[in-house]
């Protein structure tokens, strides 16, 4: 069926096409009853608990284990008519990870994956629909957004990720070069010796300004 080519990732690439680009417009629980991912049966009575709980019926789903964050994910981005990226196969440029901190991926739950062209960011979400984690995006990168799908637990295992090649790296550098200086002290010992400096050329400019006093 179509649904099942949609959700069929291309071999190695980890980017999986929606059926439909712009998306469907159908609720996301008639999305993942489509998908095959949860049964009709069990759905309603899903949706019978959030209506009394106020929570989301595919939430419920996962907090219990009967639907998985990447099928959620995944059905999340063919109802938005987005690329689903699996970031466990999908070969992220670091240059465009690294240009949100880690502190504000946590907190849209986004990650730019890749440059598309010159002037655009391809970001892996978790929720598409967040305009202002788009919007926030684009502003403190200055690249326009293409948003696509990820799961949650994909971008908490890119961060993860990224924290460990980090320290793997401070360490090997600490590792190869022992002796190297602490760039901290080398700053502090820098203002302290400018400071010197300073200090020391207004004492020889107060001592000349009391000797030609001391002519007059």
Known sequence: STFDTATKPRRGNGITTPSRRGGSGRVLTDVIVDLGFIDRGTMDLAVDRATESGGAPERILVAGGQLSDDHL????????????????????????????????????????????????????????????????????????????????????????????????????????????????????ELLRSVGEQVLEERAVALERDAQVLRRD
């Open 73 to 188: 994910s995944r059905a999340t981005a063919e109802r938005f008519g987005l690329d689903h990226v699996d970031l466990k196969l999908y070969r992220v440029d670091p240059d465009a990870a690294k240009l949100v901190a880690p502190n504000a991926v946590r907190r849209y739950q986004a990650v730019p994956v890749s440059f598309v062209g010159d002037r655009t960011l391809l970001v892996a979400m978790v929720d598409p629909a967040n305009v202002l984690a788009i919007d926030d995006i684009a502003v403190m990168t200055g690249y326009e957004v293409r948003p696509a799908v990820a799961s949650l637990a994909d971008v908490e295992w890119l961060l993860e990720r990224r924290r460990g090649l980090a320290a793997s790296v401070r360490g090997r550098g600490r590792a190869e070069h022992p002796e190297a200086p602490d760039l901290d002290s080398v700053h502090g």
